[in-house]
């Protein structure tokens, strides 16, 4: 069984930045991909950016260049490191492990709230 704790989630003005984590139990981490997710008021949950296990990253278009995700596998913890927030990116963020054996197995953090001040 995986459990998955976020944190780093709080209040920032327009520009500012915030760095989130999570910190993941069990012992398949390292051998998983680890995604960031949010879903804000009304809408429906989209992938913000993911990080496999050998460091290949993908990030949604209206983040790139401002979101970088990273990894350290010693302290199964993946990162968001989030900079030049608008308020568009308020949203509640959820942390996602995807590991495949026969198939797909997916876990959820319990997620954070990011609100960005205009």
């Known amino acids: 069984q995986v459990q998955l704790v976020e944190s780093g989630g709080g209040l920032v003005e327009a520009g500012g930045s915030l760095r989130l984590s999570c910190v993941a139990s069990?012992?398949?981490?390292?051998?998983?991909?680890m995604g960031w997710y949010r879903q804000a008021p009304g809408k429906e949950r989209e992938l913000v950016a993911a990080i496999t296990s050998g460091g290949e990253t993908n990030y949604a278009d209206s983040v790139k260049g401002r979101f970088t995700i990273s990894r350290d596998n010693p302290k199964k913890t993946v990162y968001l490191q989030m900079n030049s927030l608008k308020f568009e990116d308020t949203a509640i963020y959820y942390c996602?492990?995807?590991?495949?054996?026969?198939?797909?197995?997916?876990?959820w953090g319990q997620g954070t709230q990011v609100t960005v001040s205009s």
């Open positions: 996602n492990l995807d590991f495949m054996a026969l198939r797909s197995i997916n876990y």
């Open positions: 069990g012992s398949i981490f390292s051998r998983s991909t």
